[in-house]
């Protein structure tokens, strides 16, 4: 098990940027694959990314394709969300997730082993 702590939400203009941050512990942070999902308020959580363990493979949901970038840095056991040109269709909670699959499974929340407990952003107009 891993334990993963997220940091770095808040509250943004549309237009604007945040880098969330995912610190894990507990385990060989390297050897897991690793995902950033959100939810909204009466919505279902939804992928948004995820990055291979290798960090030769990412994957992106089509919207938030060339705003998003995942970044994982395994020497010091944290990933990264860069999130630019924010809209307030992003507002959500944002959570991050190890697992040990690959490929497309990641685009799914049951690859998924292990949870932060999350991190608000809120866009306003």
């Known amino acids: 098990q891993v334990q993963l702590v997220e940091s770095g939400g808040g509250l943004v203009q549309a237009g604007g940027s945040l880098r969330l941050s995912c610190a894990a512990s507990?385990?060989?942070?390297?050897?897991?694959?690793m995902g950033w999902f959100r939810q909204a308020p009466g919505k279902e959580r939804e992928f948004v990314a995820a990055?291979?363990?290798?960090?030769?493979?990412?994957y992106y949901a089509d919207s938030v394709k060339g705003r998003f970038t995942i970044s994982r840095d395994n020497a010091k056991n944290t990933l990264y969300l860069q999130m630019n040109n924010l809209n307030p269709e992003d507002t959500a909670v944002y959570y991050c997730?190890?697992?040990?699959?690959?490929?497309?499974?990641?685009?799914?929340?049951?690859?998924?082993?292990?949870w932060g407990q999350g991190t608000q952003v809120t866009v306003s107009s």
């Open positions: 997730a190890a697992g040990r699959r690959i490929g497309d499974k990641l685009r799914e929340p049951r690859s998924y082993d292990d």
């Open positions: 507990g385990r060989t942070f390297s050897v897991y694959s």
């Open positions: 990055i291979s363990m290798n960090v030769r493979s990412s």
